[in-house]
T-cell receptor
Framework: DQQVKQNSPSLSVQEGRISILNCDYT??????FLWYKKYPAEGPTFLIS?????DKNEDGRFTVFLNKSAKHLSLHIVPSQPGDSAVYFC?????????????FGEGTQLTVNP | DARVTQTPRHKVTEMGQEVTMRCQPI?????VFWYRQTMMQGLELLAY????????DSGMPKDRFSAEMPDATLATLKIQPSEPRDSAVYFC?????????????FGPGTRLTVT
């Protein structure tokens, strides 16, 4: 049972344009959501997070949007840069019931073309 | 710059051999996780510890995998005997469960190949 799904295995955008990565979840107990970025031969790096009491969190070029009614979150990168090319994982946590364990999506490979 | 470290970075071994992977979490973090990444499964949680006590190891094949934290600065994941299907990248992550923020910080991984 895949509780966190990233339906797009890959995404290609032009430098300077917006990248939108999407993630859907099924478990209504999830109350904290995170995005990680992973380069080849490295571990995932924490990027940005959002609590379920918010619908938006912004950090520089990165913004995460949460739509609880649709059980959907998205990561916007504006403007996209070639260095953003990586695999992006979304993750979710049900803090009250599962403590700090995270459930990860399968990842989306983002390629930003110069 | 605090980081999670993992050794070895690469391991090639023959089927049936014992494999031990080590992780040094970030100093002060109270939670340690072991993940496995394969092409098919994404990031799969194997086990995790809070304050060195195992909280959940339901993701691990119990007959061959074991995870321990001998002290606060060392976590180990052992496979005995190893099988070709264990070939994957194994990540350790640590975090500090504080103020309801649950970010985890990952090490660079151990790439295991079992022939």
């Amino acid at each position: 049972d895949q509780q966190v799904k990233q339906n797009s295995p890959s995404l290609s955008v032009q430098e300077g344009r917006i990248s939108i990565l999407n993630c859907d979840y099924t478990n209504s107990m999830f109350d904290y959501f995170l995005w990680y970025k992973k380069y080849p031969a490295e571990g995932p790096t924490f990027l940005i997070s959002i609590s379920s009491i918010k619908d938006k969190n912004e950090d520089g070029r990165f913004t995460v949007f949460l739509n609880k009614s649709a059980k959907h979150l998205s990561l916007h990168i504006v403007p996209s840069q070639p260095g953003d090319s990586a695999v992006y994982f979304c993750a979710a946590s049900a803090r009250e019931t599962s403590g700090s364990r995270l459930t990860f999506g399968e990842g989306t490979q983002l390629t930003v073309n110069p | 710059d605090a980081r999670v470290t993992q050794t070895p970075r690469h391991k090639v071994t023959e089927m049936g051999q014992e494999v031990t992977m080590r992780c040094q979490p970030i100093l002060g973090h109270n939670t340690v996780f072991w993940y496995r990444q394969t092409m098919m499964q994404g990031l799969e949680l194997l086990a995790y510890f809070r304050n060195r006590a195992p909280l959940d190891d339901s993701g691990m094949p119990k007959d061959r995998f074991s995870a321990e934290m001998p002290d606060a600065t060392l976590a180990t994941l052992k496979i005995q005997p190893s099988e070709p299907r264990d070939s994957a990248v194994y990540f350790c992550a640590s975090g500090l469960v504080l103020s309801r923020r649950h970010e985890q910080y990952f090490g660079p991984g151990t790439r295991l190949t079992v022939t």
